[in-house]
């Protein structure tokens, strides 16, 4: 395959505009950096001719091309993750992956320890030799989750604006902001976008398609404690920040991100903080199996009930789910992964159908009436310094979009 100069352009220049989003913000978009990108692909949208609109106000940007069929749409989000700093992304190419370690940065401008992409570490790179990978400095995130998606999806658009005579559906796209916050679908507006059906692009590893999430929610404990001054503490003082420790080391140890796989559910500890005054522990709490879930949410309201019957009333437990598993909802809509599954076999690649371990906004948009299974990107190791993308894989993402929007 002839390499995609225009999507790696597009990639490259969607990657270096910081569009991290922000937790615990009540406006949307979270950050207001997310409509520089925004702006940028609506221009390009209507430059190339597409009826495009751009929701200034919460930071939307939709899209459509006529077509001979009924209509078949795609989305992406823009934002990247909090976890890590999305600010001076500085992506370059490895060519000819030799299935060696990368070495992202050696440690000389930032004053600290080489930071190393190593296949003992990272085993998915044995599968890339002889490829070409995107990747970082060492500093940031690469932003593949989800610009490799965005950037797939404006190829596609661009392809059949510049080919308008081939046969095609009707092509709709959406790119949200706040995904990675659990917010990408608050404000969407599904009669704006045009489809009945579509595809999220976010996912990752070749040839994978993902019909099936995680029911998702998030959890905050407030642990207020009783500030003395600690000469004079004794019985007295109650000290937030050990409670909250010992609140944590009451969950099951095993299940968590780092120790489970496949349709195993976890507890995951995002943040901790605070002093013997107050404290905080921020989860997100997954699992594919509802009733599973449930329990889970009841487990933590167990054990807060448990340290304020042992402590008194110090903790208070928020709960918010997030988004729920969307695979009984499509099971009367699987020729959407039967087409991608052809797509993908038309381009040599076997398809591997797997569970989603994360969400995507099409979890929320099958909810709202648009079934929407998720497409691979050809991205690996998301929210971190250790991101990267595969050239030759990304090539092959943009063309199934191609041969899913045809007319077949």
Known sequence: MIRNNSLLDRFFRYVKIDTQSKEDETVQPSTVKQLDLAKILFAELREMGAEAYFDEEFGYVYASLPGNAPAIGFVAHMDTAPATSGTGVKPRIVENYDGGRIILNDGSSTGGAPVILDPDYFPELQSHIGEDLIVTDGTTLLGADDKAGVAEIMNLFAYYAKYPEI???????????????????????????????????????MGELEYECFNAAAA????????????????????????????????????????????????????????????????????????KFEKRKAFLQTVTDYMNSKYGDYFTLTLRDQYYNMADLMKDHLHLIENAKAA???????????????????????????????????????????????VQEMEICAEMLIRLAECR
Do not use: W
């Open 167 to 205: 046969p095609h559906r009707r092509l709709c796209l959406a790119f949200t902001p706040d995904e990675e916050v659990g917010r990408g679908t608050e404000h969407f507006d599904i009669d704006r976008f045009g489809a009945k059906e579509a595809y999220t692009v976010d996912g990752g590893k």
């Open 220 to 291: 905050k404990i407030e642990v207020r404690g009783t500030s003395v001054h600690p000469g004079d503490a004794k019985n007295k003082m109650v000290n937030a920040a050990a409670l909250a420790a010992e609140f944590h080391g009451m969950l099951p140890q095993a299940e968590t991100p780092e120790h489970t796989e496949g349709y195993e559910g976890f507890y995951m500890l995002e943040e901790i903080a605070g002093s013997y005054e107050y404290a905080v522990l921020k989860y997100i709490i997954r699992d594919h199996d509802r009733e």
């Open 344 to 390: 993908l076999q038309d381009l040599g690649v076997t398809a591997n159908v797997v569970p989603i371990r994360g969400g995507t906004d099409g979890a929320k948009l099958t909810y709202m009436g648009v079934p929407c299974p998720n497409l691979c990107t050809g991205g690996y190791n998301f929210h971190g310094r250790f991101e990267y993308a595969s």
